[in-house]
């Protein structure tokens, strides 16, 4: 029994091309920053950030499905990998955005300035 090797460059060149695409959209909105985005907000956090947020996951997300090849494993061990990631992530924008409208109206409405 012998295996074949089969050469992965177009999907290695696809998955750097797709990965550079993200890259170079998010260095261009943070070079830019359109004030439609910049300017208007969503749940105490301007929809630049957001657009960064989706971004970064959707990246995580296909380097996830790219280097660690789940896109040939097992539904249960997809989502014994990708649920609890969700989940964590949801929690830490959720402690993010509750945290940091705090502090800011902390900050706001009181006589101490910020010092950083």
């Known amino acids: 029994m012998s295996h074949e090797h089969v050469s992965n460059t177009k999907r290695i060149w696809t998955v750097f091309g797709l990965l550079s695409v993200i890259t170079i959209v998010e260095v261009i909105f943070g070079i830019l920053k359109p004030d439609v985005l910049h300017m208007n907000s969503f749940m105490s956090m301007s929809l630049l950030n957001w657009l960064f947020i989706i971004l970064t996951l959707v990246k995580a997300y296909y380097i996830v499905w790219a280097f660690m090849h789940m896109e040939g494993e097992k539904s249960t061990l997809k989502n014994a990998v990708v649920l ?33």
Do not use: Q
């Open 84 to 116: 609890p990631v969700i989940f964590l992530i949801l929690y830490l924008l959720f402690i993010l955005l509750t945290e940091g409208n705090y502090i800011y109206e902390v900050f706001k409405n009181s006589t101490i300035k910020w010092n950083f």
